[in-house]
């Protein structure tokens, strides 16, 4: 069966990205896997306080909690548009294991999202979606942030 990769942030713009893999998942008859990268904790010190390794592990546990709930949720949400998903958690930093997904599974596209935030944003902290674009083994379907709706005139 052909593979579609649905790497998600689990952004209020999962639902967009899943409904654009759920329509191409039913036009080539593919099964979308929807993966969720819990990358691990930024560790930040400073004089004043730490983070201690129980802390980390906690923070880490919380993180992952949230993503099964919140992968079960748009698991049901492809379910009502009659398409059966994956759902896949990995710890890691998201680029790599986005790709390596990709490989493994030999998925004939990656759907994914980006939030658009800017140049200035992407220099800083980096874009997953470019870091994916740069080197995947398939095509790559990105699905542009929802337009913000107007404003209904009084």
């Known amino acids: 069966m052909k593979t579609i990769l649905v790497p998600l942030d689990l952004s209020s713009a999962a639902v967009q990205v899943c409904d654009a893999a759920c329509e191409l998942a039913k036009l080539i008859g593919a099964r979308p896997i929807l993966l969720h990268v819990v990358q691990p904790p930024s560790v930040m010190m400073s004089d004043v306080y730490a983070f201690d390794a129980s802390q980390l592990g906690e923070l880490s546990a919380a993180a992952e909690k949230n993503a099964v709930h919140k992968l079960r949720a748009l698991a049901r949400h492809c379910a009502k548009q009659e398409v059966r ?15 390596a997904k990709a490989r493994s599974t030999r998925a004939r596209y990656i759907v994914m999202g980006t939030h658009g935030h800017g140049a200035m944003y992407d220099l800083l902290v980096g874009s997953t979606t470019h870091g ?3 080197k995947a083994p398939c095509p790559v379907l990105i699905v542009p942030p929802a337009a913000p709706r107007p404003r209904s005139a009084r």
Do not use: D
């Open 85 to 99: 998903v994956t759902t896949v958690q990995r710890p890691g930093v998201a680029v790599t294991a986005i790709l």
């Open 132 to 134: 994916v674009l740069m």
